[in-house]
Each structure stands twice: as C-alpha cells, then as structure tokens.
C-alpha cells in the first residue's frame, strides 16, 4: 500500500550482559534473608517467596551460560508484576480489601504466569523439543512462553489464593482483570523487543516490517528480508483496548455497584475476541504453513464464548461485588463456644438481679401503701367537728343570701 510505512526492525534484545556468580549469589541472597525473616516473624508468604528466589539462583547457578543476559523482555516482566501489583492492590482495597492482600498474591501470581506459560508452550508448540530435551523445560530464559497457558496458571494461582482465604474466585478474578489486561499489552511489547511472534509476509510487499534477528528469517536469508505484517503492535493496540474497554466497562457498571463476575468475564469476552481476529496476521506456529486457522484462533475460540456467556450471565444475576475475607471455621466456633459458655455463667447471676430486682418493687409497693395509710389518717385527724360546723353554717348563710341579691 502507497501510504502505509516500511522499515527494519533490528534492536538488540539484550542490553546487559553480567557474570553469572554474581546474578545467582545475589538472587540466592535475597532468598535466603527472606526465608529467615518469614521463620523469625512466622509469615509463610515469606517463606514461601524466599523458597521461590533461593530456587531461582540455583538454577540460574546449574543451567546458564557464563554469562547472564539481562533482556528488555524480562524488565518488561518486571513492569508487568509490579505494574499489576499496582492495579490489583487499587481494586482490592476499593472493594473493602486491606492493603497487605495484593502483596501475598505475587508469589502465586508469579508462579502461575511462569509455570503456566512455559508448560503452555512445550504443549501446544514444542512437544517434540520437550521430548527431545526434557530438561529445556526449566531453560525459561532461552524463550517459549505462551499467553494461553500463562492465562491458565493464572487461573489455578487466583483460586489457590482466594480459596485460602475464603474469597468467592470470581471476586478475585475480577480485580485482577486490570492487571491481566495490563500484562496483555507490556509481553508484546516484550515481543516486539525479541523480534519473535512475528507477523505474516505481507503478499506484495509494499509496507511492513524486517525482522533480520527473527531466527526463521536469519537461517533463510533473503535480500532483502522480507516485509511482514506488525502483528505484536496489533496485539499491543489490542491490550491497550482492553484496558480502556474495562476501565469504561467499570464505570457504567457503577464501580463497586457491578455484579460480581462482570470484569473478568469483559476481560475474557473482549480479548480473545480480539485475538482471533489478530491472529491472521501472525506467523502460522505449530501447524502446517498453509493452515487457514493458527493455533491461537484454536485456543481463543472457548476463552471467547466464555467470557460473553459471562458477560450475560452476570447481568442476569446481578450478585454484589466487594472484598470480604471470611473468618476461619475453627476461630468462629472457638468464639462461639466461648460465647455459650459466658451465657451460661452468666444464668445464675441474671436470675439473682431478677429476683432482687422483684423484691425491691415489692419492698417499694409496701412503702407506697404505708405512705398512703398515715395520709388517710392524717386527714380524717385533721377534720375536726367544729370547723366542719362553722365550714357548714358559712355554707347556709351564703345560700339564704342568694336570693336577696
């Protein structure tokens, strides 16, 4: 096309290069101190993140290079988390949620986004690789992750969590999908910078884009290198869409007035949607060339239908959103046992204020009538005949008066 622009793509994905000693040691540090603290303070996400970050030097210590290459992508992976952590921390403490809980999710959400997308990948992609080379399933750095299958970790991760606390899953799935959206849009960003998942040659070859680092391209050369669609800026204009489609779907729905289940059904109604649409422009993976439908219009498909099914499902139930964590079953009979044990105890002492408290209104009622009965005889005392006499005279004169006047 005569408007539209062409150029090459050709940025380094790494931008630092660090001895590998250093990277493990510092990471396999930092663990450490963090499973020490969790014991000294008893807090178990603690521990289970300082595990996690012991676990990660040691692998980086046993299976990389000797060197460690620092990629734009895995910063982008860092703004993802903490970016997320942000947005996910905002709905949660909006719904009555306190400000610790967004915190404890990041090891299960961390989890999740790795195991699920690197498992989702050697299924859906590279099965045959797996095969070949068990052991590539833990060499994460050297790529293959798939969106599908972080979005399934993801998942797994937000039940584990919610159910731990007593949260309804849907509930959490809903305040998490700004941060879903958010990690949508920075992986293609990630993508973009790895010149990976690229697009489809374009037919005429009249605009788009080189990839002279993409490995399918360099272990085929052509002069030139041939100009493909933007399919990871398509896929970056679709996240930042759903963002804003969330952000806008949130606000007519009330905020904190929606149903529960609105978000995230949204999320999934919105994006996948999308994705099968962008999915023509990409690079045909794990299938034959000439397939007319990719793998990932494959697993869009059912995410799709859900999420608008969802959509109608929780307007037509309308249930209550808002964060509540439920109180663990064996606290609440302990209180309660504690609280049929001070009624007890209390019994006695109710019935002893009730019969003092019978005695003194009778004490009170003898008091009364005893004041009555001086009263009575008071006043009869005090009505002497001769007054009464003159009282009556008074009376009589007064009356024969009367008729005078």
Known sequence: ??????????????????????????????????????????????????????????LIFQFMGPMVELRYYSMLFVVVFLGGHALLNWQIKRGGGGPEVAGDF?????????????????????????????????????????????????????YLFTKSRGIP???????FSFSAALGATVVRIGNLFNSEIVG?????????????????????????????????????????????GLLIADRLMGKEKRPR???????????????????????????????????????????????????????????????GEARPADDGEDDAADEDDEDEDDVPARRGKASRAAQDEDDEDDEDDEDEQPASTKKSAAADPDVEAEFEAGKLKKARQEPQE
């Open 261 to 323: 289940g609105a978000m995230i059904a949204w999320f999934f109604a919105l994006y996948f949607s999308g994705r099968l649409f962008t999915e023509f422009y990409k690079e045909i993976e794990a299938l034959p060339a000439d397939s007319a439908v990719s793998m990932g219009q494959y697993l869009s498909v059912l995410p799709a239908l859900l999420g608008w099914y969802g959509v109608y499902w929780t307007m037509k139930r309308k249930e209550p959103s808002g964060w």
């Open 106 to 158: 990041i090891v299960y959400g961390v989890v999740g986004v790795l195991v699920g997308a690197r498992v989702g990948h050697v299924l859906f992609y590279d099965w045959e690789k797996f095969v070949d080379r068990p052991v590539w399933l833990f060499e994460i750095w050297t790529g293959g992750l798939a969106s599908h299958g972080a979005v399934a970790g993801l998942i797994i991760a937000m």
């Open 169 to 175: 899953f849907l509930e959490g799935s809903d305040r």
């Open 1 to 58: 096309m005569l408007f539209l622009p062409s150029f090459t793509w050709d940025v380094d994905p790494v931008f630092w290069r660090i001895p590998r000693g250093w990277v493990a040691g510092t990471i396999g540090a930092i663990g450490l101190l963090m499973v020490l603290y969790g014991l000294s303070k008893k807090e178990r996400e603690q521990i289970i993140t300082g595990t996690f970050f012991a676990a990660a030097g040691l």
């Open 200 to 244: 489809r040659v374009v037919p005429d070859q009249s605009w788009g884009m080189r990839f002279p680092r993409n490995p399918p391209d360099k272990l085929h050369p052509l002069n030139p290198f041939p100009l493909r669609y933007p399919s990871q800026i398509y896929e970056i204009t679709l996240g930042i869409a759903v963002f804003v």
